[in-house]
């Protein structure tokens, strides 16, 4: 039976915005069994220290920092946190976002535009910035989350599929950049039921199913199961020839 230090991630370091729940806490779970270490974070210290538990059961050296990854400062200290308690880093996944899904574009207000694009665009920036000094001596794997929203353009989703559209310009140009460090950046837009995701599509029966329907597999994804996987590729060595592309990991909703 492989053990924690026996697996495809064994001796990484890994951060995982957003790891509390969701995608965030099925990425992070699927790296612990890799043997990982991986360090959280999020704004509920009561989530965090939960979904902490939950990986430190797995076998794996797991730590949290509060924060909102929209803020520089917390951003620098998630990755502070990560090199002094494991040593070093060498990925990074930006999983965390807010939104206010169903907004239409005549009803967005400043508050509401600033909210998504801090929690997304500049989180990912911020930590990318932090990281990235980490894993020039060594190389590393970077994860950025988008959406088929932004893809697609889903009626009620303009600041939300602006965020995710930017996050995949600026992961492309920053593989470019990145590539001479042996750093790969790479996108993952996923289709899965974390609880942001199970309260809309409650609140909204009829979408939900139309939704469901065009999905070509016929179900919504596990974070772990079926994100997870996907994301543990791109973090290790089988994919280290792959940098600047866009996956989308949604049972065959979006084809390109």
């Given at each position: 039976m492989e053990t924690a230090d026996m697996g495809k991630l064994s001796g990484k370091t890994a951060i995982i915005t957003g790891g509390g729940q969701g995608v965030g806490f099925g990425i992070a779970?699927?790296?612990?069994?890799?043997?990982?270490?991986?360090?959280?974070?999020?704004?509920?210290a009561g989530k965090l220290e939960a979904a902490v538990a939950e990986i430190g059961k797995l076998g794996a050296r797991a730590a949290f920092v509060t924060g909102t990854a929209g803020v520089r400062a917390d951003a620098d200290a998630a990755v502070a946190k990560a090199v002094d308690l494991f040593g070093g880093l060498d990925i990074l996944v930006n999983n965390a976002q807010t939104s206010k899904p169903a907004t239409m574009f005549e009803d967005l207000d400043d508050a509401t535009l600033a909210l998504t694009m801090e929690s997304g665009l500049y989180g990912t920036i911020h930590h990318m910035q932090a990281a990235v000094p980490h894993m020039k001596a060594r190389g590393g794997s970077i994860i950025n989350l988008g959406s088929r929203e932004g893809i697609y353009g889903g009626v009620g989703f303009s600041s939300y599929a602006a965020t995710k559209e930017a996050i995949r310009g600026l992961s492309r140009s920053t593989a470019r950049e990145l590539g001479k460090y042996k750093i790969r950046v790479n996108v993952i837009c996923p289709a899965a039921l974390s609880p942001v995701a199970v309260q809309y599509l409650a609140a909204h029966p009829a979408e939900a199913e139309a939704y469901r329907k065009d999905?070509?597999?016929?179900?919504?994804?596990?974070?772990?199961?079926d994100i997870g996987p996907v994301a543990l590729f791109l973090a290790g060595d089988d994919s280290r020839y792959v940098s600047g592309q866009t996956i989308n990991v949604d049972g065959g909703q979006t084809m390109l």
């Open positions: 779970c699927t790296y612990a069994r890799e043997g990982a270490a991986v360090l959280i974070t999020g704004r509920d999905i070509s597999l016929g179900y919504f994804g596990d974070c772990e199961g």
